[in-house]
């Protein structure tokens, strides 16, 4: 018995060394090089079979971002502002405040100011134009924009679309909004009008 395990133990060992050089010929896609070059490998050496990559399909956008996309484009070739100007007077109450978005408790309030008919008009003295919003009487919002010569418009009309984020305390109620003109940007506005927008949420 022991001397089928020698033979057997022999037999392996001869088969695992035997031909290791003829091993490596085999797996070896180019042919040797001789000289400086030898044991460099080629540029051929590197290249993968097409097969092996993986392949990645875009998918098709779904119809709702289409739609999305679609309607920011008919956005953005809009030429014209979307109020009418004639007849409208400079730091006056023009255009009624709408609620934009409602919230769990809160609403956001958008009222157009036009602050200038053109720059020609215009007498250089820079001021600030604030809206403010109030909630049962209490201030809950405001915004100041700086007006001088650089934020006028050259030949048209310049207005200012307000927002307002304007936190409240019911489900229904009144925003007073209030439009006034400071000389600085931390100074108390003076009153120029006001409007009064229900909500509902």
Partial sequence: MRLITALLLCSLTSVAWAGDDD?????????????????????????????????????????????????????????????????????ADNWPANIVYVDKDAVVVELPVMYARNRAEFDGIAYWLVVEGYADGKKVAESRVLVNRDAIADMGPSIQFFRLFCPVAGATGNLEIRVGKAASGAAKPTELFKRTVAFKL
């Fill in 23 to 91: 091993d490596d010929e085999l797996f070896q896609d180019t042919p040797k090089k001789e000289g400086a070059n030898a044991g460099v490998p080629d540029a051929n050496s590197f290249k993968e079979d097409d097969d092996d990559l993986p392949s990645f399909v875009t998918a098709a956008p779904k119809k709702e971002d289409e739609k999305a996309v679609g309607n920011m484009n008919a956005y953005l070739q809009t030429t014209r502002m979307p109020l009418e100007v004639v007849g409208r007077e400079v730091l």
